[in-house]
């Protein structure tokens, strides 16, 4: 059986970070029932159970100390004004999409113009809030340049553009307001937290794959493994977009502080 896969924690943000260990710990709270008294914990180990009560006690601090960031209301300000201008982008296209069939010829080549900016984008709704923000303010740079502004006029879609404006400005504002507050109140708790969560989620990743290396090979571990993997796979996945998002806010004048990767793959060893 294979062992489990490695994991770069040290790249999550703080939300996904939690999110991880909030599955993570769910799968975990079986662990115990795995403790083969035939096989030895590894050397210096304290064992799974041990374990798993301290990674749990870990979790659950790291939680608390993003409470604070969570409370706020700016939070929910946010997420409601995430879905408005979700709303205007969806109207926009749509009224582009039924121009596509405008019996205008001028009218139709503008449709398609401007269609194409956001198909250039890619699937809005797969990317997070500051993913969206990038795209949409390439969206809003393109609306300048002469052949869409032309198209924009050419549909008469000029509220919708001011409209998207405001809302995506908005966003960004509220978005500022949220660092504003948080900024200095919580990071060096949460980075404590952090660090801790992954040491003892490290102990138990190791420990397991101790557990496989000598034979243990039931349908239930098995299963389990799996899953752990498919945790992992999951939020490995949400790792690499966020990455790729960031690298593409930076090309649209967003910075980007790529980060040297921590070498994490010898949490498996």
């Known amino acids: ?108 080549i503008a449709a398609n113009k401007l269609l194409l900016i956001f198909k250039h984008c890619g699937d809005i709704s797969s990317k997070s809030p500051e993913g969206k923000t990038a795209a949409f303010n390439e969206i809003l740079r393109e609306f300048e340049r002469t052949e869409h502004a032309e198209a924009i006029k050419t549909l008469q879609l000029f509220n919708w553009k001011k409209k998207f404006e405001e809302e995506n400005a908005f966003f960004n504002k509220l978005m500022f307001k949220k660092y504003s507050e948080t900024i200095g109140r919580t990071p060096l708790l949460t980075k404590y937290t952090r660090i801790e969560t992954d040491k003892y989620y490290r102990g138990l990743v190791a420990e397991l794959n101790h557990y496989i290396s000598k034979g243990v090979n039931t349908p239930e571990f098995n299963k389990f493994i799996d899953d752990l993997n498919a945790i992992i796979k999951h939020f490995s996945n949400i790792i690499e977009q966020d990455l790729n998002e960031r690298k593409n806010a930076k090309d649209n004048d967003y910075d980007y502080d790529e980060e040297e990767d921590e070498d994490e793959d010898n949490d498996n060893d």
């Open 1 to 108: 059986m294979s062992s489990i896969n490695s994991m770069k924690l040290t790249r999550m943000k703080n939300d996904i970070h939690l999110q991880f260990h909030e599955r993570v710990n769910r799968l975990m709270s079986i662990a115990e029932k795995f403790v083969d008294d035939k096989v030895k914990p590894k050397k210096n180990s304290i064992g799974i159970k041990k374990l798993y009560e301290l990674y749990n006690e870990a979790y659950k601090k790291e939680a608390t100390s993003m409470t604070v960031v969570i409370k706020s209301d700016i939070i929910k300000r946010l997420s409601k004004q995430d879905k408005v201008r979700d709303s205007v982008y969806n109207g926009f296209i749509i009224i582009l999409k039924a121009n596509k069939s405008h019996f205008d010829a001028k009218s139709r």
